[in-house]
């Protein structure tokens, strides 16, 4: 079998160096993150991924969160907007003139989660979809509220899933893309079925199998040695690929892959 679009990187030997040494120094080149998530019960993921994001390098990072969340919020997030509550303590429909200030502010969007499993917020995001146009990073639970807007979103250019391999047999099957995942499939068949996939659609995909992270775009694999799943739960490893994005916006496969070896 031809595996010639599929590249493995290894722990000290970055498959794109180039993107790592091309990390921009000064604040004002380094892209800002427009960070989305949070609801009354927690936004653990959303602090992880300002901070994630800050210690990566990002120029500016943003934080958009339900009003609910005014007086909790850590002070170690300082650049905070607020937007409409629902009574579930998501956000609320109305805050979608929120959302279209953060995404015209930033160089590139991340949806972290934390989102709650509201219907209205559930809306909320898909209509976000629709009219946010730039870099959009989604993970963790917000991959799960926009699940009835999975055609447009592996449509959309632009788009980069940090995903769990359940979420992927999920979207597949809401696709109905025809290959079946398992859990117990083997390494070169998921690389081969997510080659097929980002050439039929134009997103990107990063995903855990077999101890390894995969990253998949215009049917160009590259896979990682992996140790550390909480770090994907969590969302730190989403918001360091965003980052990384920020500065290198037409090269998702490199900087996402770059992204994952630590300095």
């Excluded at 300002?50 to 500016?60: I, M, P, R, V």
């Excluded at 972290?112 to 209509?127: F, H, K, P, Q």
């Excluded at 788009?159 to 597949?172: H, P």
Aim: proline share 5%.
């Amino acid at each position: 079998m031809d595996y010639s679009y599929w590249q493995k990187q290894l722990p000290g030997k970055p498959l794109f160096s180039d993107i790592g040494w091309s990390k921009p120094e000064q604040k004002s080149l380094a892209g800002r993150l427009g960070i989305i998530g949070g609801n009354k019960l927690g936004f653990a993921g959303v602090a992880e991924a300002y901070q994630t994001a800050l210690a990566t390098g990002a120029g500016e990072v943003r934080v958009l969160l339900p009003d609910v969340l005014r007086k909790t919020i850590p002070n170690i997030i300082t650049d905070t907007i607020f937007a409409a509550t629902n009574p579930s303590g998501s956000l609320a429909r109305d805050a979608i003139n929120e959302m279209k200030a953060i995404g015209a502010w930033s160089t590139g969007i991340l949806m972290v989660g934390d989102a709650g499993r509201n219907s209205e917020t559930a809306i909320l995001y898909e209509d976000f979809l629709r009219e946010y146009k730039g870099p959009l990073t989604i993970t963790r639970d917000a991959i799960d509220l926009i699940k009835n807007s999975s055609q447009s979103l592996i449509e959309r250019p632009g788009s980069s899933l940090v995903i769990s391999f359940a979420q992927l047999q999920k979207l597949f099957q809401l696709v109905y893309y025809p290959i079946v995942l398992t859990f117990s499939m083997q390494l070169t068949s998921l690389v081969e079925a997510l080659h097929k996939f980002t050439i039929t659609y134009p997103i990107t995909i990063t995903v855990l199998h077999k101890d390894q992270l995969i990253v998949a775009c215009d049917g160009e694999v590259t896979s990682t040695p992996w140790d550390n799943p909480m770090s994907i739960w969590r969302g730190s490893v989403a918001s360091a690929a965003a980052t990384y994005w920020l500065w290198n916006q037409n090269k998702p496969l490199e900087s996402i892959t770059a992204s994952l070896i630590k300095e």
